[in-house]
């Protein structure tokens, strides 16, 4: 038996509890316990336990003289208190963990996980139960709550003498009373800050509104007792009802009575929600069967009986909210069908997602204690909160948190935690967008902390950053090689450089070469903690939020043009048909001969030998390498695009922007050849180190996947090209690209058309993301969009952080002596395959955050570009029907790459289909009485009335002349809608032969007339000749397009010449 | 729903054992004056008890093999051995299998050509089951064989080990073998390091076979030092007993 002791160190005991049963039985349980003597106390002044070995772990701080550990009361009432920044030496109990995972909380569980792991916070956990010195068991008869209370003294009292008596042990508790001492003593939540953080506003603001927060499980534990007692709890509202027992959920999912999901609420239908179960949507309509569930909430449903099913709504909403639906909610709108679909109420719930909620307090709303706060996300329901001094908040942008939300209640309790400032200011609006995709305060404030600025190379004007010797010696040496970066103008952050050159047996050297940012930000470093929180750098309109400092984004790791930097280079040789024979990875010192814009290459592409903003004498020398490289280039692409790979568009767009937050101009982001021939070689660079780091660490790698999509997310896009006359063959991305291209071919007097289906096919798409190759099948590393095997994300170091982990991968694959030597000395965590999935999960959460962040600052600009110019006159544009629904349809507007509803009914369901349409002369707010509306969907409106001779058709890719309008808004972003001014006739003629068809009962006068609309209508086109010469350039593609038709009065008659054929024809 | 964390991420199992360790283990031979070698073993809360008869006369005329012995084993898992109590009848398939498994595992091992015409059996009763029967079986087995004085080759130790989020852990007990964790069983020949047995039922990544198979292999090496230990112990014993 000795030798067994020697190795464990560990002694056997049982521990026996009893258990209920599924079957009501009572049971023993026994579970075998050891207690061990080697857990670590993990602080930094103890020098009896191996604590300093532990690597990656934050260390209980020397510097502080006090500890604390929270008990349960604690921790479910002020974990938002513990989860402040301030808020350091947190001495996590594990009797705390294990109770909270008895009581299922393993929400809970996740966010002190959350503390504890981030080593800024010099935060523990400690195995209690498992240690010898501190293990409690229980004594008969007595309490849980008393057992543990009991276990945390002890804690308390054992971690008091280990630490030499020095360091004060604060037990904080909000149900045993508070006890002062010098070494452990016992203090409320509300005492400690008073003792230790009475001047810091916010923690104080907080613990006043948490202190009268009514929680969630407090009422459970009510409601249990006085049920008994009948009803002291007050009356269910609305009828929302109580929700189903756990153990009653559980048994009811097993056997699919009910079924359990993530509640999705849609933005544009406030009633309508939607639980996806294992691959299929139930619609939940209405308050009161959405029971208290708020989006995000992972519910469980109960069907409703199939002659209660309902029909997806179909509406634009009339409040607002975002105009594009969301990434993630896109399925449910390509799915919409007019037959009715499995209905539920939710009937429990398993987990809340609560998170801050950014609102304004309702107008007029009645002096007193409470308030309503409306959330800018419309998907949230309005929340309760209470506060003494509403009319400070009022007006303002304030930040929520909702605490529970009773039975008895309309609306959820919550709580007031800060302001953000005056509502509509930029400032309070941006600051709103950044709280709504949880970008953290100190990426916010673009701080880092003092230390971590400490770890930083220095580079000032006076002493400029050199490369060290012994470094220049252990790097391949390319200094002498011709190296350029094409970035767009005014880039600070450049992290890839290009370079290219024939070897003397005829082959060709193709370069990428990254900025080597993992030799500078060291794992486990300050810096590397920060910029792996932040996950990416975050892009808004008018500004960005580096993810690293900018001493490294903007000057020591920035490739810029004649320094010499350190850089991750890979290299492929090429044979004369550009087929790769070889290919090399590793750390290189480069220095860049020159800083080009995209503009300024496309130029040399186009045969410019000079072009403005390049020293003649570089561009002559740079032209060649620009030109070759784009010949390999462009054969690569190629190459991957007869693979199968898509060619998708998405609308982005510019601001130019005043200093006075004015906008003068939107400016659609142009794409040239060059832009897609830079990101080919950061494509292929990407996958051949997606490649070698598979191949390095089998169930390690950081790959980026794109998960084929499935039928039914095409459904729109098919319906929408089959209106156009095209077919979509979806089996294969190659098959797809393939239909893609022929539309493009199609449509080639109609290039608008293309991208809006192109913008469709990007919607119908997956969200690629981040894996880690150990949690997923070999076939599914595939990239669809790509057309890849292996991908990753490598090129970009300086603004998203799975580059670096790429980096760091790829240097110790390859055995770079530098990164193997850290992993070594600092340790590593880049191999370990859970590591790498928790990575991978934030970095997919910051990088759809900061996308959707980016999304909202868009449109928060486009509203304010409209506000700023529909002050002095109506703002006209021409645009596209992008989508047709039951009460309208949404417009595109490609110069603004703006997305818009017009309203055909008004919200009591009259319709308002504006005269101006058939004659040009009516006002703006003249509608054409007694109209009539016909939806057919998804392709077609149209509208009737009496007073009409025809009816006037909408389809889907009609060209309409439209006013950009804002409805203002309170609690929300401004909202731009728009208003039909005119259509533009540049429908071809296939659809116009649709229309008459329609249309043969027509008279000889009516036929007359709709051809005077028409000349009215080419009249208005020629008005525009007068505007200004820079909008009409912006406008060259639709005037061609109504040349094309609109002509000759001839060409105008074409149409009705052929419809009296048929009228003719129809009449025999 | 798994709600227990079955491996913290500071390497703690829900019984306070780190990965790469294995339960406490007790045992004792001889508990039988009845049968010709016995053993009785704990692994963790596991029970488990062997007892040997033989080699004696074949027992049906008919299985009788005329140039070695014949094993028999029986296996049975006591209707009290779980919390709630549940009867396994006597040909459950379940119980049938491990029995084989046993039974292959020592037929090499047992020099049974040096008994012709004869058969050994071999019982195993576990009274507490709390995971991990296959290696506790085998073990006892072993110490029963030994304590019987049936000639082997070498002792058959037998170890299993999973895989909990992708670590290989040693010794699964109860709790971890039911929420669904790979599991694999190996016994060996500690002297020569030969496999005898490879058991596993659930699906592993290839790529962390070959870790698992060798943690449990060095698990076994830790038994076989347990086990030696025992049996080197009551041989003291006796041996006192002779001279004293």
């Known amino acids: ?1068 | 729903m798994s709600r227990v964390e079955l491996l913290t991420p500071e390497g703690l199992r829900v019984d306070g054992r780190r990965a790469n360790e294995l339960r406490k283990i007790t045992a004792k031979t001889s508990v039988f004056s009845q049968s010709d070698g016995s053993a009785y073993i704990e692994q963790g809360n596991t029970k488990c008890l062997a007892a040997v008869y033989g080699p004696r006369e074949v027992r049906h005329r008919m299985q009788a093999l005329a140039d070695r012995a014949i094993i028999n084993v029986e296996f049975n898992v006591a209707p009290f051995s779980t919390s709630e109590r549940k009867k396994r009848s006597k040909n459950d398939k379940r119980s049938l299998e491990v029995a084989t498994f046993i039974r292959q595992t020592f037929e090499p091992v047992i020099l049974t050509s040096q008994f012709p015409r004869s058969q050994i059996d071999i019982y195993l009763q576990i009274f507490q089951h709390d995971g991990g029967l296959l290696q506790s079986c085998i073990n006892a087995a072993t110490l029963a064989l030994i304590d019987a004085g049936i000639p082997m080759l070498d002792y058959v130790c037998a170890c299993s080990a999973g895989c909990i989020d992708k670590v290989p852990v040693l010794d699964l007990n109860n709790l971890e073998e039911s929420a669904d964790t790979p599991e694999l069983t190996v016994a060996i020949l500690p002297r020569t390091g030969k496999v005898n047995l490879l058991e596993m039922e659930s699906r592993l990544h290839i790529e962390k076979l070959a870790s698992v198979t060798e943690l449990a292999t060095e698990g076994c090496m830790q038994i076989h030092k347990i086990l030696d230990d025992v049996v080197r112990k009551n041989t003291q014993h006796l041996k006192d007993r002779l001279t004293s």
Not at chain 1, 194 to 221: G, K
Not at chain 1, 617 to 640: D, G
Not at chain 1, 790 to 818: E, K, N
């Open chain 1, 1 to 1068: 038996m000795n030798c067994f002791k020697d190795v464990m160190a560990t002694t056997k005991t049982d521990r026996s509890f009893f258990r209920k049963t599924r079957g009501n039985a009572i049971v023993k349980l026994v579970r075998e316990q050891y207690l061990r003597h080697d857990i670590p106390c993990l602080a930094e002044s103890c020098t009896v336990c191996p604590c300093s070995s532990l690597g990656d772990q934050g260390l209980l701080s020397k510097e502080s003289d006090h500890y604390i550990i929270p008990d349960m009361s604690v921790v479910m009432r002020y974990l938002e208190i513990l989860e402040q920044e301030e808020m350091t030496g947190i001495i996590l109990s594990q009797t705390i963990v294990t109770s909270l995972q008895q009581h299922d909380k393993s929400r809970t569980y996740r966010k002190l996980r959350h503390i504890i792991n981030d080593s800024r916070r010099k935060s523990v956990i400690f195995y209690n139960e498992v240690f010898a010195d501190t293990q409690t068991p229980r004594l008969p008869g007595e309490p849980a709550g008393e057992r543990d209370w009991r276990a945390l003294r002890k804690l308390a009292d054992w971690y008091y003498h280990h630490l030499g008596q020095k360091k004060r042990i604060i037990l904080l508790s909000e149900i045993h009373p508070q006890q002062e001492s010098n070494d452990v003593c016992v203090y409320s939540m509300q005492a400690y800050l008073n003792a230790y953080w009475p001047t810091v506003s916010l923690l104080q603001n907080l613990v006043h509104a948490l202190a009268n927060v009514e929680l969630e499980d407090d009422m459970e534990r009510i409601r249990m007792t006085s049920s008994k007692k009948r009803g002291n709890t007050g009356t269910a509202v609305q009828g929302f009802t109580e929700y189903k027992s756990t153990e009653e959920l559980e048994v009811g999912i097993k056997s699919s009575r009910f079924f359990s999901g993530t509640l999705r609420c849609r933005s544009d239908a406030r009633d309508q929600a939607y639980v996806n179960s294992a691959g299929k949507d139930i619609l939940i309509v209405g308050n009161q069967n959405r029971n208290r569930a708020v989006h995000g909430d992972t519910v469980v449903v109960e069907l409703l009986s199939e002659n209660n099913w309902a029909t997806a709504s179909n509406e634009i909403s009339y409040e607002g909210g975002s105009t594009e639906e969301d990434i993630e909610g896109s399925q449910w709108v390509v799915q919409q069908t007019e037959k009715s679909r499995p209905t539920g109420r939710v009937v429990g719930i398993l987990n809340r997602n609560w998170r801050s909620y950014v609102a304004t307090l309702q107008e007029d709303s009645p002096d007193g204690s409470f308030h309503l706060a409306v959330p800018l996300d419309s998907v949230i329901p309005k929340i309760r909160i209470r506060h003494q001094e509403a009319k400070l908040i009022q007006n303002q942008r304030i930040v929520v948190r909702i605490d529970h939300w009773p039975v008895s209640s309309q609306y959820p309790q919550g709580h007031y935690v800060r302001s953000l400032g005056p509502i509509h200011h930029l400032d309070t609006e941006i600051s709103a967008i950044l709280v709504e995709h949880g970008i953290s305060v100190s990426q916010a404030t673009q701080g880092f902390s003092e230390a971590s600025l400490k770890e930083m190379p220095i580079d000032t004007p006076e002493m400029p950053w050199r490369p060290e010797q012994d470094e220049i010696k252990r790097r391949k040496d390319l200094r002498s090689l011709t190296v350029f970066s094409i970035d767009p103008p005014n880039c600070q952050d450049i992290d890839d450089a290009l370079s290219i050159r024939e070897l003397k047996n005829g082959n060709i050297e193709l370069g990428v070469h990254i900025a080597d940012v993992s030799y500078f930000v060291k794992e486990h470093s300050l810096t590397d903690l920060e910029a792996r929180a932040r996950g990416t750098t975050v892009y808004l309109a008018d500004r960005r939020f580096d993810m690293l400092p900018s001493v490294l984004s903007e000057r020591v790791c920035s490739l810029r043009e004649n320094v010499d930097r350190y850089s991750v280079s890979v290299l492929w040789t090429l044979d004369k048909s550009y087929k790769v024979l070889d290919v090399w990875f590793g750390r290189t010192i480069i220095r860049s001969s020159c800083e080009m814009e995209y503009e300024q290459a496309q130029k040399m592409l186009d045969g410019e030998s000079t072009p403005a903003g390049v020293d003649p004498a570089l561009s002559r020398k740079l032209k060649p390498f620009v030109e070759k490289l784009a010949q390999v280039l462009r054969t690569m692409r190629n190459q991957r695009l007869a693979k199968g790979a898509l060619e998708l568009e998405s609308s982005e767009v510019k601001f130019k922007i005043t200093k006075d937050n004015e906008i003068t101009d939107i400016i659609p982001k142009d794409s040239m050849e060059i832009h897609g021939l830079v990101a080919e070689a950061m494509i292929m660079a990407n996958s051949y180190v997606g490649k070698r780091a598979y191949q390095g660490y089998k169930d390690a790698a950081l790959l980026r996947r794109h998960p084929p999509p499935s039928a039914t997310q095409f459904d729109r896009l098919i319906k929408a090209a089959k209106s156009q006359g095209f077919s979509i063959d979806f089996s294969s991305n190659r098959s797809l690209a393939r239909s893609l291209e022929i539309i493009t071919r199609g449509c080639q007097n109609n290039p608008e058309i293309t991208r809006m289906l192109k913008t469709m096919a990007t919607m119908a798409m997956n969200e690629a993301g981040y894996v880690s190759s150990g949690q997923f099948a070999v076939s599914d590393y595939y990239h669809y969009g790509l057309a890849l095997e292996y991908y990753t994300h490598f090129t970009s170091p300086i603004r998203r952080y799975a580059d670096v982990v790429a980096h760091r991968q790829l240097l110790m694959c390859v055995g770079d002596s530098v990164a193997v030597n850290d992993a070594n000395v600092r340790g590593t965590v880049m191999t370990q395959d859970s590591k790498i999935a928790e990575i991978c999960m934030n970095l997919n959460l910051k990088s759809r955050e900061s996308k959707l962040a980016q999304r909202d600052s868009t449109e928060l600009f486009q509203s304010l570009y409209v506000l700023q110019h529909t002050m002095t006159g109506p703002l006209i544009e021409s645009g596209i029907i992008s989508e047709i629904r039951s009460n309208g349809f949404y417009v595109f507007l490609p110069r603004f790459g703006l997305k818009g509803p017009v309203f055909l009914i008004e919200k009591d369901g009259s319709p308002i289909v504006p005269l101006s349409l058939v004659s040009n002369k009516a006002k703006e707010e003249d509608y054409i009485p007694n109209s009539h509306i016909e939806v057919s969907l998804p392709t077609n409106v149209s509208v009737t009335s009496a007073d009409l001779p025809h009816p006037i058709n909408f389809q889907l890719f009609d060209h309409v002349r439209v006013s950009l309008k804002l409805r203002k808004s309170h609690a929300h972003r401004h909202m731009v809608y728009m208003t039909l001014v005119g259509l533009e006739h540049t429908t071809k003629l296939g659809s116009s032969q649709v229309d008459a068809v329609t249309t043969a009962q027509l008279s000889r006068d009516t036929m007359m007339r709709s051809i005077a609309e028409q000349e009215e209508a080419k009249a208005q086109a020629n008005a525009y000749k007068d505007r200004s010469k820079e909008e009409l350039e912006t406008r060259k593609q639709m005037r061609k397009a109504a040349k094309n038709n609109g002509s000759s009065i001839y060409q105008l008659l074409e149409p009705f010449r052929k419809m009296s054929i048929i009228e003719s024809t129809t009449s025999q």
